[in-house]
Structures are given as structure tokens and as C-alpha cells.
């Protein structure tokens, strides 16, 4: 299903996003596991690989505009880097010790995908 704003598409739950780039006969794409999700752009393709990686699977409905998908992209890594600064602020209030930090910020992004 296809609307002017939006292009629905399916995302498999398993394997790994990657992005194929196109060429003369075949347009930009991401490939997960077995499946090719044709986009045409590479910003839709980032969009469509990050949603991936976060864990998004099922029917999701694709900006088919590309600065749409880049906008959302900026916005989720200011997102993801205000987060993981609280993480370690809150890691450093428990601990002095690096690595330490490190496993607890780790354990809190685990905790907030669950």
C-alpha cells in the first residue's frame, strides 16, 4: 500500500540490514536476510537499515520523500546521543571506573529496548 506520503513496507524479523547500492539495472535497496526491499534512494535505504538495526520488524510505513527520512535519522541520533550522555552521567554517579561506566550505560540501552 502505497500513499503520497508514505510507501508501506515489510520488514523481515531476522537477519542483518545492509545496504545495496544501485547501479544502471537495479535501485538503491537494503537487503535483510533473504529479502531486498527496493527504495531507490540512499537516504531511504539509511532510514529503512537503521529502523532495522533498532529492532523495528512487521509493516512500516517509508517517508518517500528522502530529506523526510533524513530528518527523522538526525532527530533519532540527537535522540540516541542525548540518552547514551544521561546514561554515562548516571554510570559516573555510581562509578569512577571506565569500564565499569561502560557496562552500566550498555545495560541501560538493553534495558530501555526490552
Known amino acids: 500500500m502505497t500513499s503520497e506520503r508514505t510507501e508501506a513496507i515489510e520488514l523481515p524479523a531476522q537477519g542483518r540490514a545492509r545496504i545495496v547500492r544501485g547501479n544502471m539495472f537495479q535501485p538503491d ?11 531507490g534512494d540512499p537516504s531511504r535505504c539509511e532510514f529503512v537499515k537503521q529502523l532495522s538495526s ?6 512500516v510505513h517509508v517517508p ?8 527523522a535519522l538526525n532527530q533519532h541520533q540527537a ?17 569512577s571506573e571506565e569500564a565499569m561506566q561502560e557496562r552500566i550505560a550498555k545495560e541501560l540501552w538493553r534495558k530501555l529496548k526490552a
Open 29 to 39: 535497496a537494503v537487503q535483510i536476510g533473504d529479502t531486498l526491499i527496493e527504495l
Open 64 to 71: 518517500t520523500q528522502p530529506e523526510h527520512c533524513l530528518t
Open 79 to 95: 535522540y540516541a546521543d542525548e540518552t547514551n550522555a544521561e546514561f554515562q552521567r548516571l554510570a559516573a554517579a555510581y562509578t
Open 54 to 59: 533498532i529492532g523495528v520488524s512487521g509493516s
